[in-house]
């Protein structure tokens, strides 16, 4: 039996395929715009949690070397300088050889002043025995007591004219000696003042050359009355710990930057403010053994003042800086969401910095993927780690920085 099915039209069968073939195509671009509407992966930054350890508070400080003992070779008498016996910037020893004045006039003045003395003797000699003379004949009323009394007063004459003629004589061996001009320190000689040939001492010492004593050296640096009260109120308060005087670690730091490799000592603060500048003169003692540091030289001493027991450091590229010198860091807070915050800083530690407000123990600082942020999106918090080992010191400069 045959049964007839009615056929459908061309038209509607080339609708129904082609429907079909794009409802086919439109299920991958579907599905990848599902994917693209999702939030992204919170991204990686490297943090360090804030804790606080202890930390030798210094203060770096400008100032200048200074020789420890500094002698100006004069001349004491007058003269024509005959030697000069030394090589000008060598070490001398004290008592060594620097100048030979023409000693002759000296030498002719000494032998005045010698027979001056041997006359004065002579007259001395005269006038005691008169008085021994006198002595028994004004007791038997053969000489008056005037003549008695005038013989013994020429005595006494006599006797003072002896005692000027031998300061004389002294006076004239010195300035024979002086002829020989020697060093009066041990220390670095520097250029002759004079040569051969120039007359000297004539009216006043003639400067002739300038001895200084190079080790130990000093280093007078100055530091603010200010910072000097900060920190006695900080050692009031108990904020700090005093660094102990015959222990704590002076250093100096050179021109160019490097650290001198020998210690000092401090040794005294002066008591007197400068009323222009209201700072306080400080001095330090350095070794100097090899003469690297020469008086003049700028240097800045780092001198340790205190330990804060409870400081907060955290590395210096954690923390930005803005245009009118304030600083900020970003806080990992709430659902890992980054937050600006301020701080003040204080002294550097390495390539630390001290925070002296606006962080507290346990909070996570943002170090490194600043780049990453994006306002009100999380972040991964991943331990920040050093590429390399820092070479910094554990010593802090006081001098705050905000």
């Known amino acids: 039996m045959t049964t007839n099915i009615p056929s459908l039209p061309k038209v509607a069968i080339v609708l129904a395929l082609t429907l079909g073939f794009a409802a086919g195509c439109s299920n991958e671009p579907a599905g990848a715009n599902a994917a693209a509407g999702a939030a992204p992966p919170p991204a990686p930054v490297g943090v360090v949690t ?25 001349a004491r008498v007058a003269g024509v300088v005959l030697e000069r016996a030394f090589r000008e910037g060598s070490d001398v020893r004290a008592g060594q050889l620097l100048f030979r004045i023409d000693p002759a006039p000296l030498r002719a003045a000494l032998a005045a002043a010698e027979a001056n003395l041997q006359r004065a003797e002579a007259q001395l000699g005269i006038a005691r025995v008169q008085v021994d003379r006198y002595g028994p004949l004004v007791e038997a009323n053969a000489v008056s007591r005037q003549e008695y009394d005038n013989a013994v007063a020429a005595l006494k004459l006599a006797q003072a004219d002896v005692a000027a003629q031998r300061a004389a004589r002294e006076r004239a061996r010195l300035d024979l000696g002086y002829a020989t001009v020697t060093a009066p320190i041990s220390g670095r000689i520097g250029r002759a003042l004079v040569t051969e040939g120039a007359l000297v001492g004539q009216g006043e010492p003639t400067p002739m050359a300038t001895i200084q004593q190079l080790d130990p050296i000093y280093a007078d640096f100055t530091q603010p009355v200010a910072e000097l009260e900060r920190l006695r109120r900080a050692f009031e308060s108990g904020e700090l710990a005093r660094a102990d005087r015959d222990t704590a670690r002076v250093a100096l730091v050179l021109d160019d930057g490097t650290e001198y490799p020998l210690a000092g000592r401090l040794l005294f603060s002066d008591v007197t403010v400068d009323r222009s500048s209201g700072q306080v003169t400080l ?92 306002p009100g999106a999380p972040v991964q918090p991943v331990p920040w780690a050093r590429a390399a080992p820092g070479g910094g010191n554990d010593t802090a400069p006081a001098a705050s920085r905000s």
């Open 50 to 74: 804030v804790a606080q350890a202890p930390t030798t508070v210094s203060s770096e400080l400008p100032g200048r070397l200074d020789a420890t003992r500094i002698a100006e070779v004069r």
């Open 283 to 374: 001095r330090a003692q350095f070794p100097n053994p090899q003469r690297r540091l020469l008086p003049g030289m700028y240097v800045r001493v780092r001198l340790e003042q205190g330990v804060d027991e409870r400081a907060i450091r955290i590395p210096q590229q954690a923390v930005q800086r803005s245009a009118d010198g304030s600083s900020t860091v970003w806080v990992v807070g709430a659902d890992n969401k980054p937050e600006q915050r301020p701080v003040k800083t204080g002294a550097a530690v390495g390539d630390e910095w001290i925070v002296r407000d606006g962080l507290k123990v346990g909070d996570t600082v943002i170090v490194e993927g600043f780049q990453k942020l994006q």
